[in-house]
């Protein structure tokens, strides 16, 4: 029989049928980034106000939320979906914060010990190093920190309490120290002979410190730890005293680098 040509018989296509790409998934995708937002936001503790990061991670329990519920659209997609690795990243991201968090009290105050310990140390090197100054020039103490540097103190990082680190390269480089540049508060005109519990040098700033604590240095070598509650009205009461006791000899005092 022949064909008609008004009417030609269709061909079938013999090229195979693709099958459709499966979508990603949006609630795979935002839990992701909340997982990694709250993680940011966590290591930023230290940087942001105190209260950004906390705002953060209240972004925490909606990865985990958002992440079991896209596995599960996922799973119910029949291959329609896709972005598991992203929901499974997500809730590891949401997974390793909370971890994180409820180590960083203890993580915080071994870190903030550890500095402590440090601006302790520096303090103690600068008494020692104004004890060895007030025996060369007949027992005053240096009225600044450049006077000690290099000579009786040879380590710039003595001048840095690392709560809130000045630049010690510059002392370096330059061999000079500004009183700008320290991170300490020297308190000029006394003698190695005044009373001990003169105060003769003292942290210039705490904000960076956990606890705010700040350290004093006495004129007989102790440093004293005042915490934040008794800081201020403390530090007064002794610089008070140790401006009395210049004045009954006939002195007085000045704060270099306040």
């Not at 980034?33 to 230290?46: A, D, E, P």
């Not at 972004?59 to 958002?66: E, G, H, N, R, V």
Request: aromatic share 8%.
């Amino acid at each position: 029989m022949a064909e008609d040509p008004r009417n030609p018989a269709r061909v079938p296509d013999a090229s195979p049928s693709v099958p459709p790409q499966p979508r990603r998934s949006r609630l795979a995708v935002i839990a992701l980034i909340l997982g990694i937002n709250s993680l940011l936001c966590l290591m930023s503790m230290n940087v942001l106000p105190d209260f950004l990061p906390f705002v953060g991670l209240l972004t925490l329990p909606l990865s985990f939320i958002l992440g079991v519920a896209a596995m599960i659209v996922i799973y119910a997609s029949k291959k329609r979906l896709s972005g598991i690795w992203m929901a499974l990243g997500g809730l590891a991201f949401a997974l390793v914060t909370t971890f994180l968090f409820v180590l960083y009290p203890t993580i915080r105050k071994v870190h903030d010990h550890a500095r402590a310990n440090v601006c302790r140390g520096n303090l103690r090197q600068i008494g020692a190093a104004c004890r060895a100054y007030a025996s060369d020039n007949q027992d005053w103490m240096p009225d600044d920190f450049s006077a000690l540097f290099p000579k009786y103190l040879s380590e710039a990082q003595a001048f840095s309490c690392p709560a809130h680190p000045s630049k010690w390269s510059l002392i370096e480089r330059t061999g000079r120290v500004d009183p700008t540049n320290t991170s300490y508060v020297l308190v000029g005109g006394l003698k190695s002979s005044d009373p001990g519990v003169c105060v003769l040098a003292f942290d210039r700033d705490t904000h960076d410190r956990g606890d705010r604590s700040t350290f004093v240095l006495c004129l007989n070598g102790d440093v004293r730890r005042e915490h934040r509650h008794s800081a201020d009205s403390t530090l007064k009461s002794l610089l008070d005293a140790t401006h009395e006791a210049a004045r009954q000899r006939g002195g007085g005092i000045r704060l270099v680098g306040e």
